[in-house]
């Protein structure tokens, strides 16, 4: 059985948020069954977790034996074995995986800044004089993207890949800086609206409950 670290409890803001969020749907997309091991306050920094994540983060992957952490080396391994995520054409497997990396190099790190600011520091003078900047180069990074999407429904086309799960991932970190560019609100609507997406919300979301 596959199983999925998690943590047994995080802030409201989190909620809906937290990475395990993105192999949880990937496993949906591919009808992989799955279970949490959900992690109390603390036990990330334990010796026997960090010997499995060194950074003391979730998710990590189970299976077998094999142990896998970072979310895009996760789904990508997931999507191995799934057509429904990875296309089986050689080429469009490269696409599909290429905005994978996008999505994690080119955009994340830049929402994330912005986010950052506005979840934990909003109110330290440095942060005011921070924001605008960093609103302005993920603006930019938004735009390209935006451009590279025009009209389509996913970023290859008709056809959803783990590309769109991880970009549609990380554009939702920060809706007011998505919802500027009206195709890509609408792609995270249309992204998230799948019903794999729907059910690993609410088992992120059940999980939290349960803990409580």
Same mark, same amino acid.
């Given at each position: 059985m596959i199983t999925i670290s998690a943590f047994e409890w995080v802030p409201d803001f989190a909620r809906g948020q937290v990475r395990d969020l993105r192999p949880r749907w990937a496993l949906e997309e591919a009808g992989?069954?799955?279970?949490?091991r959900l992690l109390k306050m603390g036990e990330q920094d334990t010796a026997e977790y960090r010997a499995l994540?060194?950074?003391?983060?979730?998710?990590?992957?189970?299976?077998?034996g094999v142990t896998l952490f970072e979310t895009g080396a996760i789904v990508l391994h997931i999507g191995e074995r799934s057509e429904a995520l990875l296309p089986k054409d050689p080429v469009a497997r490269a696409h599909a995986t290429q905005w994978v990396i996008a999505a994690l190099n080119s955009i994340e790190p830049?929402? !994330?800044?912005?986010?950052?600011i506005? !979840?934990?520091?909003k109110d330290e003078e440095w942060a005011k004089l921070r924001r605008p900047g960093a609103a302005e180069f993920a603006q930019k990074r938004l735009t390209g993207l935006a451009n590279a999407l025009?009209? *389509?429904?996913?970023?290859d086309g008709e056809r959803f890949t783990v590309g769109d799960l991880m970009m549609s991932s990380v554009l939702r970190i920060l809706p007011? !800086?998505?919802?500027?560019?009206?195709?890509?609100k609408?792609?995270?609507?249309r992204c998230t609206a799948r019903p794999a997406f729907q059910r690993a919300l609410?088992?992120?979301?059940?999980?939290? *409950?349960d803990a409580a």
């Open positions: 992989l069954p799955y279970q949490t994540q060194p950074f003391g983060q979730v998710p990590i992957f189970q299976e077998d830049f929402v !994330l800044q912005v986010a950052l506005d !979840l934990f520091y025009g009209d *389509k429904a996913y970023l007011a !800086l998505t919802n500027e560019h009206a195709n890509l609408a792609y995270v609507e609410a088992a992120q979301l059940e999980d939290f *409950k």
